[in-house]
C-alpha cells in the first residue's frame, strides 16, 4: 500500500505546484509589463478584450496587442484582488494600475497537458 501511495500523492503534489507556478509567472509579467515573458503562457489563440478592441488572437498576434497595450499604458503595479481554480481552470482578478489609469484585469488559465495556458486577458477601464 505504501509503494502506491507514495507515487499518486508525488503526481498530485506536482500537478498542484505546475497549475501554481503558471498563474503566478503570468502575475508577475503583468507586473513588470513584459509582453514577452506574457506571451510566453498564451495558448494557439487568446481572447483578449480592451475598452476599444475585443477579438480572438493568434499567440503572435495577442503578444504585439498586448506589447502596443503596455507601450501605450506604462505599468506601475498590479494588485491581485482575488484568484482562485477549478477543474484544473485557473483565473486571477486584479487592478493593473498605468500611467494612464486603472483598469480591472481578468486572467484566465486552461490547463493543457503538463501546463497552463493562458487563454483570456480581459482590460476594463475603472
Not at 506536482?14 to 509589463?33: N, P
Not at 499567440?59 to 482575488?82: G, L, T
Request: charged share 20%; glycine share 6%.
Amino acid at each position: 500500500m505504501k509503494y502506491i501511495f507514495t507515487p499518486v500523492f508525488l503526481m498530485m503534489l506536482l500537478s498542484a505546484f505546475t497549475i501554481k507556478v503558471g498563474i503566478e509567472d503570468v502575475i508577475g509579467a503583468m507586473k513588470a509589463g513584459n509582453a514577452t515573458q506574457l506571451a510566453r503562457f498564451f495558448d494557439a489563440s487568446v481572447e483578449i478584450s480592451m475598452p476599444d478592441k475585443s477579438n480572438s488572437y493568434s499567440k503572435s498576434q495577442a503578444e504585439m496587442i498586448i506589447r502596443d497595450f503596455f507601450s501605450n499604458n506604462s505599468v506601475k503595479n498590479f494588485e491581485i484582488i482575488h484568484k482562485g481554480e477549478s477543474a484544473g481552470s485557473q483565473y486571477c482578478i486584479g487592478t493593473l494600475q498605468t500611467k494612464s489609469g486603472a483598469y480591472r484585469t481578468t486572467i484566465f488559465m486552461k490547463q493543457k497537458k503538463e501546463t497552463q495556458v493562458l487563454q483570456e486577458l480581459r482590460f476594463e477601464t475603472r
